[in-house]
């Protein structure tokens, strides 16, 4: 797995080349305050600036294995319950605040308090739809791929970019009649639009999102049940998921990517292009999720006209200097 190849330039929890310099401090259960000079920018994990990466997951792993989760207030690293939820997840497992002042750190993330929590193995939650956006050209291929997602949901919505169709049902091997359904709708060059459509498109009240180039492991699916209840419990509205860019085959630099794509359906994004779910609370509403990631299919082709379309369609946003960092492969 990617994770497992630890080296000084990613975070040892979530793999994102975002350490920086940082002036948090934790608070132990001594009431000792103990200041960190390293930092994840993605999931806020703290470390001491030479500290061996691979060994802080070793013992990071092995104490989410327990059914509490204990830190070490000497140890290399250290982190708050928001960022030890998310560190769990790459496990498979949840967490429970022990006390009100757990909850509430929880909640108003990043507390200076230090993580600790009851553990759990993510198992249940309630029912998620699964949504598609696509082309005409690629209904073929995102109908192909659907059997396999049928162990975990019971409810997918199709969205194709056309002339406005109403939403009629389509049969496909593995799901009850009437489970799969299609809408068209023109995209009109605004991205979050049409993901706000197909929001309105679920029967259940949490949706996870993919483009007709991405695609979701099963066993990934079977949790995302799960993380929605995790996510009800410590009041989030967005989950976020990693995605590997493969270009033409070659796993890119730009990773862990996060996608917010797992929404209650309420949930409305924003910006016509490289859309992002809009929260009130901002990103403290949401959470990221290392139990599996989204397989994301490019070309070099594709990657090169890209950010240039995206730009055209919303100037100063098409993020430009992406195309160099996507055509890169990954290093760790």
Do not use: K
């Not at 509430?104 to 993330?109: K, M, R, W």
């Amino acid at each position: 797995m990617i994770l497992e190849r630890e080296r000084s330039r990613r975070c040892f929890v979530c793999a994102a080349a975002m350490l920086a310099p940082s002036d948090r401090r934790l608070i132990d259960a001594r009431g000792r305050e103990r200041a960190f000079p390293m930092a994840c920018h993605s999931c806020g994990v703290l470390t001491e600036r030479d500290a061996d990466p691979a060994g802080n997951w070793r013992d990071l792993a092995g104490r989410l294995a327990a059914p509490t989760f204990v830190p070490d207030p000497d140890g290399a690293y250290g982190l708050d319950i928001y960022t030890l939820r998310t560190a769990a997840t790459r496990l498979g497992r949840g967490l429970r605040p022990l006390g009100p002042d757990d909850r509430a750190a929880l909640l108003a993330p990043h507390s200076p308090l230090a993580a600790r929590a009851e553990l759990y193995d993510l198992a249940d939650g309630p029912p998620v739809s699964l949504g598609l956006l696509c082309r005409p050209a690629e209904l073929d291929a995102v109908l192909a791929g659907l059997a396999s997602q049928a162990g975990w949901t019971d409810d997918v919505a199709i969205l194709l970019d056309g002339e406005a169709a109403p939403l009629r049902a389509i049969p496909v091997a593995g799901f009850a009649e009437g489970a799969v359904r299609m809408a068209v709708r023109p995209l009109a060059g605004d991205f979050a639009a049409q993901r706000n459509a197909l929001q309105d498109l679920a029967r259940h009240a949490w949706m996870l999102q993919l483009d007709a180039d991405e695609t979701l492991a099963p066993e990934t699916g079977r949790l995302l049940p799960a993380l929605a209840a995790l996510a009800e419990d410590g009041d989030v509205f967005s989950v976020g998921l990693p995605r590997c860019n493969r270009v033409d085959g070659i796993m890119s630099d730009v990773y862990p990517d996060v996608q917010y794509r797992l929404n209650r359906v309420p949930v409305r994004y924003a910006g016509r292009v490289h859309e992002r779910p809009a929260l009130d609370g901002g990103w403290r509403r949401s959470l990221i999720a290392l139990h599996g990631a989204i397989e994301h299919r490019l070309s070099r082709d594709h990657v090169r006209a890209r950010s240039r379309a995206y730009e055209a369609l919303d100037p100063g946003r098409g993020r430009l200097e992406e195309e160099e960092t996507l055509l890169r492969p990954y290093r760790a």
